[in-house]
């Protein structure tokens, strides 16, 4: 039996639908219904069960084919014009709006009338700025009758600069699992909202679901607008009261984000991250390891203004407990520090303009930065972080923080191979005033504070220092990684 011509169906417009039915004992599909809707609009939708918004507002074209096979089983085979339509992933910073391309394909699989699985998933789109979505070879699994996804598989997801191979997304009890084969990830607009959200501390929002990522190889992970890492190791654990549990990356920083230094050109540079529980699920631990540190922050984005220097930084939480003080021991030795506003007012204050100079030039050279610091739900504070170079040695105490972006340093600068130099060559003399080799007679403390992105700063010069002083902040040159910081160190800044 053959049945055509147009219908209303749910005060929806059918312009042509054909319904064929068989009645043979052996027919293997026993019921095919062809319909065309020009267009299904979002509040039809809704009047149908199927509500959209807000991923997909506006008018829809569909061709649908249903079919009933012997026995429980039936199929939709769906063919969805998109172009009308905004379709819209605000988590991925990605929004195609009406008019652009669209399509998306899909079969739906159902056993006694209730949806059971989606297979032959395939999705493209054009977002307005042109990245494209595209998802090939999809497949899903639905319990509840439908109303609950199990398990996610795609051979292919392109998503703005995510280009991912073989991924698998897997209902657990508390969230879910995530596996990717391979490809580029870009984390950008997920990082950016999840600092939107911790910056937002008095919100009253939802917990996620749990995630657990599986060691996953990637060939680049985005951090920013041109800042990614290549050849990655990828892991992550977040919780069920939000906390990320676990994180591992490991990989390398491109050569372009590396030393500028000639006689340091080469390859990319391997660093290693972790942060999770420590042996036994005790206390977690932060491990970093940076054959180039600057290269390493750079491609990280999160800093720009030091050039090479191998990094080296542990950490340990207080307890158990996801809220846990981390303490956490810094060593970064032979750096350049370049283009660092804060510390060019520093030193243009203290008028050692020669050294601003160098710092805007090739940069200024350190052999060590070392200290302790303490990150404690969202701020960083620290007792003494010193740094010693050739030409200038520094240090810093105080605290910055991150969710507020605001900081309150303080710390001392010494000119330790220019002005000091002066007096050390002086016979006899220098050596009364200045204390030595590594040591000095001139410094001023400075004060930084305010907010993050344009802080206050302040300086003061330090006068009638006794000699040999400068033995707190350098330690002797040698020695310097067994030395212990002076707990006299740095000197109180005077209050005029």
Do not use: C
Request: no cysteine.
């Amino acid at each position: 039996m053959t049945v055509t011509g147009p219908v209303r169906l749910g005060g929806v417009q059918v312009e042509e639908m054909t319904w064929r039915e068989r009645f043979e004992a052996d027919a293997e599909v026993v019921t095919q219904i062809d319909a065309e809707v020009p267009a299904l609009s979002a509040p039809a939708r809704a009047r149908l069960g199927v509500e959209t918004r807000p991923y997909l507002d506006g008018p829809v074209g569909l061709d649908v084919t249903y079919r009933s096979f012997r026995g429980a089983r039936s199929s939709v085979r769906l063919g969805a014009d998109l172009s009308p339509a905004r379709v819209a992933l605000e988590a991925a910073q990605w929004v195609k709006p009406p008019g652009n391309p669209g399509r998306l394909d899909a079969t739906l699989n159902l056993e006694d009338g209730a949806p059971v699985a989606l297979t032959e998933v395939e999705a493209s789109a054009v977002a307005q700025d042109g990245k494209e979505l595209r998802a090939t070879s999809g497949s899903a699994r639905l319990s509840d009758g439908g109303r609950r996804l199990q398990r996610v598989q795609l051979a292919e997801l392109r998503l703005g600069r995510n280009d991912l191979q073989e991924l698998k997304l897997s209902r657990t009890e508390t969230g879910w699992s995530a596996e990717i084969g391979g490809g580029v990830l870009d984390l950008a607009p997920y990082l950016e909202t999840a600092l939107a959200g911790a910056r937002d501390s008095g919100a009253d929002v939802d917990r996620p679901p749990t995630l657990e990522l599986r060691p996953s190889d990637l060939r680049r992970v985005h951090f920013a607008r041109d800042r990614y890492v290549e050849n990655v190791t990828l892991s992550a654990r977040r919780g069920s009261e939000g906390w990320w549990r676990a994180i591992r990356i490991a990989g390398e920083a491109p050569a372009r984000f590396a030393h500028k230094d000639a006689g340091r050109a080469g390859g990319a540079r391997p660093f290693d991250l972790s942060y999770g529980p420590g042996p036994n699920d005790g206390p977690r631990q932060l491990k970093v390891h940076a054959a180039d540190s600057g290269a390493m922050l750079r491609a990280l984005n999160i800093y720009d203004s030091i050039e090479g220097g191998t990094m080296r930084i542990d950490g340990t939480a207080r307890s158990s407990s996801p809220s846990s003080p981390l303490d956490v021991q810094v060593r970064i030795s032979d750096f350049r520090l370049v283009d660092a506003p804060t510390m060019a007012r520093i030193l243009t204050l203290g008028s050692f303009t020669g050294i601003r100079n160098v710092m805007q030039g090739e940069g200024i050279t350190f052999q060590s930065l070392t200290g302790k610091v303490v990150y404690d739900r969202g701020q960083l504070t620290t007792d003494l972080l010193h740094a010693y170079g050739s030409a200038l040695g520094v240090t810093l105490q105080g605290a910055v923080n991150l969710d507020s972006e605001e900081l309150d340093l303080s710390g001392v600068v010494v000119p330790a191979a220019s002005t000091n130099r002066v007096l050390g060559n002086i016979p006899v003399l220098g050596t009364l005033l200045t204390g030595g080799e590594g040591q000095g007679l001139f410094a001023v403390s400075y004060a930084v504070t305010g907010a993050l992105g344009e802080p206050n700063v302040s300086v003061n010069p330090l006068s009638a220092l006794a000699p040999g002083f400068l033995r707190g902040l350098f330690g002797r040159l040698g020695d310097l990684k067994q030395s212990e910081p002076n707990p006299d160190w740095p000197p109180k800044r005077p209050n005029n």
